[in-house]
């Protein structure tokens, strides 16, 4: 079993920065992708950022230019910094992985619990 957790989230004013923490552990897995997704009171989940296992990333066009994914192997962990936050960034913030067990060669794919981000103008 994968576990992710997410960290980092809280209440900030607009044009403030944040930096969010996903830190996976459990099963051995080869990771093919991790992203961040978040979802808005009375909205569907939407795609935030991806990155690869090659480091290619993907990003929104609401966020680009302001959000940055990234990981950091050694420590299992998914970033995403986010700079010059707007009101309508509040939301509930989750981790994603899409990876394939080694054992098993089981495609899995795990969401974090989620990390709710206020943005107030």
């Known amino acids: 079993q994968v576990r992710l957790v997410e960290s980092g989230g809280g209440l900030v004013q607009a044009g403030d920065s944040l930096r969010l923490s996903c830190e996976v552990s459990g099963r051995t897995l080869r990771i093919n992708a991790m992203g961040w997704y978040r979802q808005a009171p009375g909205k569907q989940r939407e795609l935030v950022a991806t990155?690869?296992?090659?480091?290619?990333?993907n990003y929104a066009e609401s966020v680009k230019g302001r959000f940055t994914i990234s990981r950091d192997n050694a420590k299992n962990t998914l970033y995403l910094q986010l700079n010059t936050l707007k009101p309508e960034d509040t939301a509930i913030y989750y981790c994603n992985l899409d990876g394939v067990s080694y054992g098993t060669a089981v495609s899995v794919v795990s969401w974090g619990q989620g990390t709710q981000v206020t943005v107030s103008s």
């Open positions: 990155i690869s296992s090659g480091g290619v990333t």
